[in-house]
């Protein structure tokens, strides 16, 4: 069984388990838009990435995609990490700004801005539908057609398959299907709607993040106000400007 070193901690996994799948067992989340639990893992959306050492040189890795190993030291949310993740989130929500669930990422990793001109597309080729109907639905009614930027989901022939059983597992699975809260039609590109502009922390970290859900910002603080934030004291909370 490997033993491997995650943000400090210490793990032994069984043989074949991702490195992913062994922080999620030490409670850390590690955000994706591509993994699901009953798929093979594919490595499409990259939000996934760790920094990883294995004693010569430190790398960004894809952990859905990277097996645990003896003496593997992995950092889940270094500063690297971080960065790499909000200029991934920031790209995707210039694809697809319409989308709940990559909105909602943004704001929780604090992506104030969006540097992209936006796409409004309504795929961001996960692979999520296609692998959700070949490997869990055992249909392979939809699949990925074209190359580069003609790549696309498609049926085949562009006509319904007889093997499609209507049965939504596809809209079901998809990150963009979900609209945001102000709907299609919003008029910016970038929501932020639940951020804040500080976590309430008792301690910081370089090397780490507050992994509190729901986040105790969320609850003292409210939404996103310019005029408002949250200051940690030793026995309570003010909100900067109050008296």
Do not use: W
């Not at 996934?48 to 949310?77: F, I, M, W, Y």
């Not at 502009?197 to 992994?211: L, P």
């Amino acid at each position: 069984m490997p033993t491997l070193t995650i943000n400090g901690i210490e793990v032994q996994v069984e043989k074949g388990t991702t490195v992913l799948e062994a922080a999620r067992f030490l409670g850390i989340p590690i955000p994706t838009l591509c993994h699901d639990d009953g798929l093979v893992p594919y490595g499409a959306c990259r939000l996934c990435l760790v920094e990883v050492s294995n004693g010569r040189k430190q790398t960004l890795q894809a952990s859905c995609c990277l097996p645990a190993e003896d003496g593997l030291k992995v950092l889940t949310h270094s500063a690297r990490v971080e960065r790499a993740r909000r200029l991934l989130v920031e790209m995707y929500v210039a694809v697809c700004p319409s989308s709940k669930r990559i909105q909602d990422m943004a704001s929780a990793m604090g992506v104030r801005q969006v540097r992209y001109q936006a796409k409004h597309e309504t795929c961001i080729q996960c692979g999520l539908c296609v692998r959700t109907c070949e490997q869990q639905m055992m249909a392979g009614a939809i699949g990925f057609s074209g190359r580069g930027l003609n790549r696309s989901v498609s049926r085949p022939f562009d006509m319904t398959s007889e093997l499609c059983r209507q049965c939504g597992a596809c809209l079901y699975v998809c990150p963009v299907c979900e609209s945001r809260c102000q709907g299609p039609q919003a008029e910016s590109t970038l929501c932020n709607g639940c951020l804040n502009i500080s976590t309430v922390c008792f301690q910081s970290y370089d090397n780490a993040m507050c992994f509190l859900e729901p986040c105790h910002a969320c609850e003292i603080g409210g939404p996103f106000r310019a005029d408002v934030q949250v200051k940690p004291r030793s026995k309570d909370f003010t909100r900067i400007g109050e008296k």
